[in-house]
């Protein structure tokens, strides 16, 4: 989303990224950094991190990728409901599911359909803000 928004002259949003289920300090996947590799971005630095109340409350816009992501971020701070989506329906992808799973631990083809989906995504959001 980073380098999409910059690509179309908007250096002035902030991105990040934050798991609800999952550890910190993780790296990413080796058949993430490999998909990403592929498409000119380097993960290699990537660690997770934990979405926190005060990340929650310091962002206007808050795209999760599956509805219990939502319910999550939703337990740490309702007052954050008017500014979470999921990604699909934020990027006005209208199709049967809005979620999208996590493809950790599948074959690399799921990965490389998830990161398809994704990516459309991201297109169609940074077009919109």
Known sequence: MEKKLKETGRGDVEVWSAGVMMLAGLGATEATKELLRQQGLDASGHRSQRVSGPMIKGSDI???MEKSHEEEI???VPQAQNRVF????FAKMGDSSLNIADPIAKPIELYAQTFAVIKEAVERISSLI
């Open 86 to 89: 999921l990604l699909k329906e």
């Open 62 to 64: 808050i795209l999760v």
């Open 74 to 76: 939703l337990k740490l």
